[in-house]
Structure formats: structure tokens, C-alpha cells
């Protein structure tokens, strides 16, 4: 995709139109950030991740505006007036600019046909002002299937779900504890005038009132600090890591959780990070480079483990599975147009799948710990019910904690506007032999 030396909103556009097209915000949006010069990039960000939050509600309007749909080959420009019915409804950028700009980006896309269309698409909705929400998927921004599963899974949650869904996620640390108390670092945020109050559940977790660059951190670079969500953090609190133990994080890249593993407990015997990704698992190396920490890195599909493992079990097993990633929608709003309903069944197998294998290599007495960031059952406590329906030797453990819903299986976190992201837990044990 070339943006080069296109005006912000025709960049944008083509962006969106990328991730119509099935590819993610992460995967198309640096290339594109690239290509602009840097003051620029703050904006262009804001525009592509606020365009696809309200991607459902702008897309109502839009259709609604538009006598028939622009041609296949025009479709950029349809974005394009998303971008800008973004900005009118959402940003303080005054109306003449928004519109004068959304027509010389349509020039700019050598779609000069299509200038009197934006034009008069976007002084209607300038004159006429937001309508009132057609149906449920407009009204809450998201899939009309997502609304409903939600409704379904979560009869006096759903519309939480769903606003908290639409918020901004917040900035949350993890403080190294090897380095640092979380006291010391909430001290050095306090010099630094950053203001930043402590997670409620995890131990090592800062919350920041106001998201800031990460160079702007105290001791970023040199691995004091690193960004993980709150409910992230939590898995550390249910591996109950003891030095000496083989850890395995099957599902690791960017490695995230395999770092506050080896951050939370010094003298393990070995942490073996997997992922099945040659494009993701390089990220999980820069990580545990950045802050001094060692791990043995695998590419290979974690069930197929005639291909990798050596035979000597596990004592602790971290299995984050990929999922729906339904509970981190705020942090990832492209997840709206690009997920499907009927990707869920066959995650949920995979999901299984990677479950049974595990568990063949997790050492008797030894600990797994389940997660995924998702909010659908589907993907959660009901594949622990399935698992354990499977396998009579397993023995579920009820973490003593104060967060999370008891769902009998597992604990489920949904996403809390002012805090943690939809994540589910379940830690299973395996007899002594
Ligand atoms: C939810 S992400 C893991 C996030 C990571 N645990 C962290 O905290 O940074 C799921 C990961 O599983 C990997 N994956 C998917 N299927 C896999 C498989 N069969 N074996 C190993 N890794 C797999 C994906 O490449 C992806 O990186």
C-alpha cells in the first residue's frame, strides 16, 4: 500500500480500506505512519483507530446518506468520507477544514469524479447533524453478531461491555520488581510529573492517568518498566512460580507474559518461550533483550509436540491461547471489522486442541494456567468444562483473589473503562502420579 505524499484523510483512507480488506491496524498502519513526515503521525493514528472504533455507528450514517454504494473500484473514497464523518462527529477540527480537506483528499486519490459527492455527502451531514442510531449495531458501534453473542452470553452486561468497548484503554506499567519496588517507580513518576496511581489487583502494576510516549518513562529503555495491561499482569499471581521449576509459555510472542514470568520469580530452571509465529517470536527476544532477561526461544506449533519438545515435563505451563482477542476490543477496534462469527468455532477447537496437548506435558503436580482476552464463554470456561469432561485426572484450583467473576471454571474479567481489559483465567492442576 502507498501513501506516499497523500494528504492525511486519503492516507487514512486507504488504511481503512486495508483493514476492510482483512489485514490489522498493526500490520498496516506503521508502513503507512512511515511514510508521513513525523509531526503527522499523533494524527494519523488518532484517525485510523477512532474511524474503525466508530466504524459501525459512521457506516449507518453513511449508507443512510448515500442514494447506492460507490462502485468496488471507488471504495477508498467511501473511507474517506468515514475518516471525515469521524472528524465531524468526534473531533474539535473545525467543520470548513474538515470538509475543504476531504475534497482535496479526494482529488488526491484520483478520484476527481467523486469531489461533488463528498462534498455534498458531508454538507448534509454537516447541516443535518448525527442521526439517531438505525439499529443496534449503529447505536453500540460494533458487528450486529458481536452485539448479539453479547447480549446473549451476558443478559446484564452487555451494554457495559459494549461502551467500555468504545472508551480509550488506559496506560499501564509493570515495574520490573527485580529492580525496583512499585513504591520507588511511583516515586521517580511523581519527579517526572507523571501522574499514576497503582493497579488495584496486580502487584508490579502503575496505572497512568494520562497515556505519555514510552521514552518518556523514567528507566524505559533500560528495563525498569514495561507496558502490560493490568488483567495481563495477573497471570504471574497464578503460576505461584517457585525457583527451580521449568516454566513453559506456549503461546508467547510478543512476550509480555513470558518477561513478568522471569521478572516475578528469580532461580527458575528454565522458561521456554514458543510460538508458532517466525514473524512475531523476534519481538519476544527484543523484549526479554531490553530488560536482561533470559529465555530459550522455539518457533513451532505448540500442539505438535513431536516436533519440539524434548521430553523433560513441565512444571508450570502458561497457555495464552489466540482467541477472539473480544476482550481487548478498546486497545484493538479493528478487531470489529475484521473478526467474524464464524471464526469463533474453529478457534475454540484450536483452543482444545492446544489445551489436550499441554496437558500431556505439564509434570504430575505440576500447575497450567489457561488464558485467553477474550469475553466469550465460547472461548473460555466452556472449553475448560469441555477439557475437564475429556480428562477425569484434572483438578481445577479456585484462586483465592479478589478480582474476576467465579464463572465455575475460571475467572472472567471484563473490560472496566477505568481500568483492566476482558481476560479469562482458569488454572488447572495435575495429580502426583
Ligand atoms: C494471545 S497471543 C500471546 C500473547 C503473549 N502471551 C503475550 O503475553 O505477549 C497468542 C499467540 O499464540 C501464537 N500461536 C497461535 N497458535 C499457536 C500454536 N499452535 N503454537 C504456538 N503458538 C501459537 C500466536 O502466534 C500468538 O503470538
Same mark, same amino acid.
Given at each position: 500500500?502507498?501513501? #506516499?505524499?497523500? &494528504? ?52 449507518? +450514517? ?9 462502485? &468496488?473500484?471507488?471504495?477508498? /473514497? ?17 467543520? #470548513?477544514?474538515?470538509? =475543504? ?51 446473549? =452470553? ?17 496506560? !499501564? ?11 520507588? #517507580? ?13 493497579? $488495584? ?22 528495563? !525498569? ?25 506456549a ?19 528454565? /522458561?521456554?518461550?514458543?510460538?508458532e ?5 523476534? $519481538?519476544?527476544?527484543?523484549?526479554? @533483550? ?10 513451532a506449533d505448540a500442539a505438535d509436540t513431536e516436533q ?7 512444571? $508450570?505451563?502458561?497457555?495464552?491461547? &489466540? ?27 484450536i483452543?482444545?486442541g492446544l489445551l489436550n496437548a499441554m ?10 494456567? #489457561? ?7 465460547? +472461548? ?15 483438578? &481445577? ?23 483492566? @481489559? ?9 495429580? +502426583?502420579?
Amino acid at each position: 500500500m502507498d501513501t #506516499y505524499g497523500l &494528504p492525511l484523510r486519503a492516507a487514512a483512507a486507504k488504511v481503512l480500506l486495508a483493514v476492510e480488506n482483512g489485514q490489522s491496524l498493526n500490520q498496516c498502519l506503521p508502513p503507512a505512519l512511515q511514510q508521513l513526515p513525523p509531526d503527522q503521525r499523533p494524527a494519523m493514528q488518532a484517525l485510523c483507530f477512532g474511524t474503525s472504533r466508530w466504524f459501525h455507528r459512521l457506516d449507518g +450514517e453513511l449508507r443512510s446518506r448515500l442514494k447506492k454504494s460507490l462502485r &468496488p473500484t471507488d471504495r477508498v /473514497v467511501h473511507h474517506l468520507m468515514l475518516v471525515a464523518l469521524f472528524q465531524l462527529r468526534f473531533s474539535q477540527q473545525a467543520n #470548513y477544514a474538515i470538509l =475543504n480537506e476531504s475534497v482535496e483528499a479526494c482529488r488526491a486519490l484520483n478520484k476527481p469524479h467523486l469531489t461533488g459527492l463528498v462534498n455534498g455527502v458531508l454538507r448534509s451531514a454537516e447541516r443535518e447533524g448525527a442521526p439517531e442510531p438505525a439499529d443496534d449495531a449503529s447505536r453500540f458501534s460494533h458487528p450486529q453478531w458481536m452485539v448479539e453473542k453479547l447480549r446473549h =452470553n451476558w443478559p446484564d452486561d452487555w451494554q457495559s461491555i459494549l461502551d467500555a468497548n468504545n472508551t480509550q484503554a488506559p496506560m !499501564t506499567l509493570r515495574v520490573n520488581a527485580r529492580r525496583m519496588s512499585r513504591d520507588a #517507580y511511583l516515586d521517580l513518576l511523581k519527579e517526572a510529573v507523571i501522574e499514576a496511581v497503582p493497579t $488495584r489487583f496486580a502487584p508490579h502494576g502503575i496505572q497512568l492517568v494520562h497515556p505519555v510516549p514510552v521514552d518518556h518513562l523514567p528507566y524505559f529503555l533500560d528495563g !525498569t518498566v514495561s507496558v502490560q495491561d493490568e488483567a495481563a499482569q495477573l497471570c504471574t499471581t497464578l503460576l505461584d512460580l517457585k525457583p527451580g521449576q521449568r516454566v513453559l509459555d506456549a503461546c508467547a510472542a510478543p512476550g509480555g507474559k513470558t518477561c513478568a514470568i522471569l521478572e516475578a520469580c528469580d532461580g527458575l530452571n528454565e /522458561v521456554v518461550a514458543l510460538d508458532e509465529s517466525a514473524e512475531r517470536l523476534p $519481538r519476544v527476544q527484543e523484549n526479554l @533483550d531490553r530488560l536482561d532477561l533470559h529465555a530459550t526461544l522455539n518457533q513451532a506449533d505448540a500442539a505438535d509436540t513431536e516436533q519440539w519438545w524434548d521430553g523433560e515435563p513441565f512444571d $508450570r505451563i502458561l497457555l495464552d491461547v &489466540p482467541c477472539s482477542a473480544s476482550g481487548v476490543i478498546r486497545r484493538h477496534p479493528d478487531i470489529k471489522l475484521l473478526r467474524r462469527e464464524s471464526d469463533i468455532t474453529p478457534l475454540a477447537a484450536i483452543q482444545l486442541g492446544l489445551l489436550n496437548a499441554m496437558w500431556d506435558i505439564l509434570k504430575p503436580g505440576g500447575r497450567l494456567v #489457561y488464558a485467553t482476552c477474550s469475553v466469550f464463554p465460547q +472461548e473460555n470456561h466452556r472449553i475448560i468444562q469441555r477439557f475437564q469432561k475429556q480428562n477425569q485426572d484434572v483438578q &481445577p484450583v479456585e484462586p483465592d483473589v479478589a478480582w474476576g467473576r467465579d464463572m465455575g471454571a475460571g475467572r472472567q474479567l471484563l473490560p472496566d473503562p477505568e481500568s483492566h @481489559d476482558g481476560f479469562f483465567y482458569a488454572v488447572l492442576e495435575k495429580p +502426583e502420579a
